[in-house]
């Protein structure tokens, strides 16, 4: 099963290799041909290389994208327009409540360190960028939410840059820095954002009521406030609307970026067929080609030096942050060079039997002044979550392309500025670890930075425990050396009702000198694994009880040498010491749920919030006693005994405080012994 999945998620990577190169002289002679014949000023037969989409000056005569408007009515916008005013208000509103909230962002599971709207859902990464000393991250939050950084961890949230209107909904998109003003918006000359969106909406003479894809424009002088292109947009009308294309209902996903060798902006297009347009300006696209063995969601691409070297280089084409592809680009067309491999060997949103979920809709940020090319990925959380829908985002991360024994490979490792939340720091040299021995006993933590280098002995396996509770619960990030690989196991970490939590990743990975290294971030809610310097990467989403926060480091099977080992407590990014410290409560965590056999016990855990009050007592109470009793408490544990079939209630309380957290009950008669 495991070598299977790592096969099935790089199928595309060698099909579209062969395919590709096979048809590579064919197609550029074919697609030459295509675009000599075809007429710069045909505003129509926009599916013809080299026509173009729409004319700033001329617009009204673009007949694909007016036809498109035509459709949408002046008393629909002013609908919409109030609908957004009441909207961004209320948002307003409930964001300065949470902020004065001293209980805000301690929520069970809440990342502290990686990136997450104070409320509500989110998903897919857009708009990314630098701009005026500034990080600029938008997302899907409601059309496109704001935040803006100093360092890539610390987020300012901002109202939504952009709401859906007439038009449709605002679905994933990027953003670049307009320096020269080409596309006109900046009255002053001074540099201004474009940000590129996908509408998707229907028209209200559509007979069969599909959302379809257009893409549009919006501008901002300062990454806070955006101005949509309403005169012009859509930029590239509905595929319906242009000659040449099928009407495809998935065509979305903007990436914009600049091609220095032809001097033009380049625009990736998927949600389908990889198309790819240019322009000059920003607002007239031509179609340059499409590639039909080419098919993804949120496509990124952008070239990367081999080994640090400028003059020899690679284009990277990523599907969503899932699978990635080297080729060439010469700005009109992708052509693979058949390598390729995956982002993250943790859950896939590509297969069923992950559940759908794992890293996805990844993007990298454009205009990075200092070229160092940054992704994030959103944390795509399973289907049914316990009802909290959304996810976080990923550590940023800085790529690279090495060469490694089997050929370019892409490395990823987390960006640098993640060093200015250490805290707490232990660190051991040259120890030898055996069976039995845990140099690690005395850490804990919900939020850590693990790094280990290790030298191979004879152990069978080793690595490490962390959010590790007392009913044998941990999640597992290991080297097992007789297989040779990597292993991420969540199975026993915490909440494991979730059917795709029932799997373990692994990946091949051979010792580089008989040394392999670990980097292992935790963070309440998730595990992020690096090893081998960035070449393979696992993450995983995990749900712990609230006082599981302990480590262990182990071998098994014999002994395996220590070479380095740092490890670091990171501090919340959302709460700063003082606040942290405080020693008033401000939120009981729990369970919602939990399961104890007849005849067994099991440790069930609650902690206060935020971290200067977790030794404030806490006591407990059970609605029938006579279904499940308490054995004992120590500390922010209680052991519970299962005496009859049946449900009921444990009750958590914080003494003198209205703080209080119910944990429904189910005691069954089927159930492994417990564990210590």
């Given at each position: 099963?495991?070598k299977?999945?790592?096969?099935?998620?790089?199928?595309?990577?060698?099909?579209?290799?062969?395919?590709?190169?096979?048809?590579?002289?064919?197609?550029?002679?074919?697609?030459?041909?295509?675009?000599?014949?075809a007429?710069?000023?045909?505003?129509?037969?926009?599916?013809?290389?080299?026509?173009?989409?729409?004319?700033?000056?001329e617009?009204?005569?673009?007949?694909?994208?007016?036809?498109q408007?035509?459709?949408?009515?002046a008393?629909?916008?002013?609908?919409?327009?109030?609908?957004e005013?009441?909207?961004?208000?209320?948002?307003?509103?409930?964001?300065?409540r949470n902020?004065?909230?001293?209980?805000r962002?301690?929520?069970?599971?809440?990342?502290?360190?990686?990136?997450?709207?104070?409320?509500?859902?989110?998903?897919?990464?857009?708009?990314?960028?630098?701009?005026n000393?500034?990080?600029?991250?938008?997302?899907?939050?409601?059309?496109?939410?704001?935040?803006?950084?100093d360092?890539?961890?610390?987020?300012?949230?901002?109202?939504?840059?952009?709401?859906a209107?007439?038009?449709?909904?605002?679905?994933?998109?990027?953003?670049?820095?307009?320096?020269?003003?080409?596309?006109?918006?900046f009255?002053d000359?001074?540099?201004?954002?474009?940000?590129?969106?996908?509408?998707?909406?229907?028209?209200?003479?559509d007979?069969?009521?599909?959302?379809?894809?257009?893409?549009?424009i919006a501008?901002?002088?300062?990454?806070?406030?955006?101005?949509?292109?309403?005169?012009?947009?859509?930029?590239?009308?509905q595929?319906?609307?242009?000659?040449?294309?099928?009407?495809?209902?998935?065509?979305?996903?903007?990436?914009?970026?600049?091609?220095?060798?032809?001097?033009r902006w380049?625009?990736?297009?998927?949600g389908?067929?990889?198309?790819?347009?240019?322009?000059?300006?920003l607002?007239?696209?031509?179609f340059e080609?499409?590639?039909?063995?080419i098919?993804?969601?949120?496509?990124?691409?952008?070239?990367?030096?081999?080994?640090?070297n400028?003059?020899?280089?690679?284009?990277?084409?990523?599907?969503?942050?899932?699978?990635y592809?080297?080729g060439?680009?010469?700005?009109?067309r992708?052509?693979?060079?058949g390598?390729?491999g995956?982002?993250?060997?943790?859950?896939?949103?590509y297969?069923?039997?992950?559940?759908?979920?794992?890293?996805?809709?990844?993007?990298?940020w454009?205009?990075?002044p200092?070229?160092?090319r940054?992704?994030?990925?959103?944390?795509?959380?399973?289907?049914?979550?316990?009802?909290?829908?959304?996810?976080?985002?990923?550590?940023?991360?800085?790529?690279?392309?090495?060469?490694?024994?089997?050929?370019?490979?892409?490395?990823?490792?987390?960006?640098?500025?993640?060093?200015?939340?250490?805290?707490?720091?232990?660190?051991?040299?040259?120890?030898?670890?055996?069976p039995?021995?845990?140099?690690?006993?005395?850490?804990?933590?919900?939020q850590?930075?693990?790094?280990?280098?290790?030298?191979?002995?004879?152990?069978?396996?080793?690595?490490?425990?962390?959010?590790?509770?007392?009913?044998?619960?941990?999640?597992?990030?290991?080297?097992?050396?007789?297989a040779?690989?990597?292993?991420?196991?969540?199975?026993?970490?915490?909440w494991?009702?979730?059917?795709?939590f029932?799997?373990?990743?692994?990946?091949?990975a051979?010792?580089?000198?008989?040394?392999?290294?670990?980097?292992i971030?935790?963070d309440s809610?998730?595990?992020?694994?690096?090893?081998?310097?960035?070449?393979?990467?696992f993450?995983?989403?995990?749900?712990?009880?609230?006082?599981?926060?302990?480590?262990?480091l182990?071998?098994?099977?014999?002994?395996?040498?220590?070479?380095?080992?740092?490890?670091?407590?990171?501090?919340s990014?959302?709460?700063t010491?003082?606040?942290?410290?405080?020693t008033?409560?401000?939120?009981?965590?729990?369970?919602?749920?939990f399961?104890?056999?007849?005849?067994?016990?099991?440790?069930?855990?609650?902690?206060?919030?935020?971290?200067?009050?977790r030794?404030?007592?806490?006591?407990?109470?059970?609605?029938?006693e006579?279904?499940?009793?308490i054995?004992?408490?120590?500390?922010?544990?209680?052991?519970?005994?299962?005496?009859?079939a049946?449900?009921?209630a444990?009750?958590?309380?914080v003494?003198?405080?209205?703080?209080?957290?119910?944990c429904?009950?189910?005691?069954?008669?089927?159930?492994?012994?417990?564990?210590?």
């Open positions: 099963m495991r299977r999945t790592i096969v099935l998620n790089l199928i595309p990577v060698v099909l579209l290799a062969a395919r590709v190169t096979a048809a590579a002289e064919d197609a550029e002679v074919q697609e030459q041909e295509r675009v000599d014949a007429r710069p000023d045909d505003k129509r037969q926009l599916g013809k290389p080299g026509s173009v989409a729409t004319s700033s000056d617009f009204e005569g673009s007949a694909a994208a007016a036809e408007r035509s459709h949408y009515r008393a629909d916008r002013e609908r919409w327009r109030k609908d005013e009441v909207k961004r208000a209320e948002y307003q509103e409930r964001i300065g902020a004065a909230n001293p209980a962002c301690t929520e069970l599971w809440r990342p502290q360190y990686h990136f997450t709207p104070i409320e509500e859902w989110m998903n897919d990464p857009n708009g990314l960028v630098f701009f000393g500034k990080w600029i991250m938008c997302l899907q939050h409601g059309g496109w939410g704001l935040a803006t950084s360092d890539l961890f610390h987020w300012q949230h901002h109202d939504r840059a952009l709401m209107d007439e038009m449709g909904s605002i679905w994933s998109g990027s953003s670049v820095v307009d320096r020269q003003n080409v596309s006109g918006f009255e000359g001074s540099p201004g954002i474009v940000a590129f969106f996908t509408y998707k909406g229907a028209s209200p003479e007979q069969d009521g599909q959302r379809r894809g257009s893409q549009a501008y901002s002088t300062d990454g806070i406030h955006y101005t949509k292109y309403d005169e012009g947009n859509p930029v590239i009308p595929l319906r609307y242009l000659e040449g294309h099928p009407d495809e209902i998935d065509f979305r996903d903007p990436k914009v970026f600049w091609h220095e060798p032809t001097q380049v625009m990736a297009v998927a389908g067929k990889l198309r790819i347009w240019s322009s000059e300006n607002k007239d696209w031509r080609s499409v590639d039909e063995n098919q993804t969601e949120c496509p990124d691409l952008f070239e990367l030096p081999v080994d640090g400028p003059a020899d280089t690679r284009w990277v084409l990523s599907h969503a942050g899932v699978i592809q080297l060439d680009f010469d700005g009109r992708f052509t693979l060079l390598i390729g995956q982002f993250d060997f943790g859950p896939s949103c297969l069923p039997r992950d559940g759908h979920h794992g890293v996805y809709a990844s993007q990298t454009s205009d990075v200092d070229g160092r940054i992704m994030i990925n959103w944390l795509r959380p399973p289907e049914g979550w316990l009802g909290r829908p959304g996810g976080g985002m990923s550590l940023p991360l800085e790529l690279s392309l090495r060469t490694a024994p089997e050929g370019i490979r892409l490395f990823q490792q987390p960006v640098k500025e993640i060093e200015n939340l250490r805290g707490q720091h232990r660190s051991f040299e040259e120890v030898e670890i055996v039995g021995q845990n140099l690690l006993d005395g850490l804990r933590g919900k850590l930075e693990i790094a280990a280098e290790f030298e191979l002995r004879d152990a069978k396996r080793f690595g490490f425990k962390v959010l590790k509770g007392r009913n044998g619960d941990h999640a597992l990030v290991a080297y097992d050396a007789d040779r690989e990597l292993v991420l196991d969540r199975t026993r970490c915490g494991t009702r979730i059917p795709s029932s799997r373990i990743y692994r990946v091949k051979e010792p580089v000198e008989n040394r392999i290294t670990m980097r971030f935790v809610a998730s595990v992020e694994f690096f090893a081998n310097d960035g070449r393979e990467k993450t995983v989403l995990v749900l712990p009880q609230p006082a599981s926060d302990r480590v262990e182990f071998s098994e099977g014999g002994s395996v040498r220590l070479i380095r080992l740092d490890a670091y407590e990171l501090h990014v959302w709460r010491e003082e606040e942290d410290g405080r008033e409560p401000a939120t009981l965590q729990l369970w919602e749920s399961d104890v056999p007849v005849g067994a016990t099991r440790w069930l855990s609650a902690r206060v919030a935020p971290a200067g009050a030794n404030t007592p806490v006591s407990w109470g059970i609605e029938d006579s279904i499940v009793s054995e004992k408490q120590e500390g922010e544990w209680v052991q519970l005994l299962g005496r009859k049946g449900e009921t444990i009750t958590a309380r003494p003198g405080t209205a703080l209080a957290s119910v429904k009950l189910s005691c069954f008669t089927e159930g492994p012994k417990s564990e210590e």
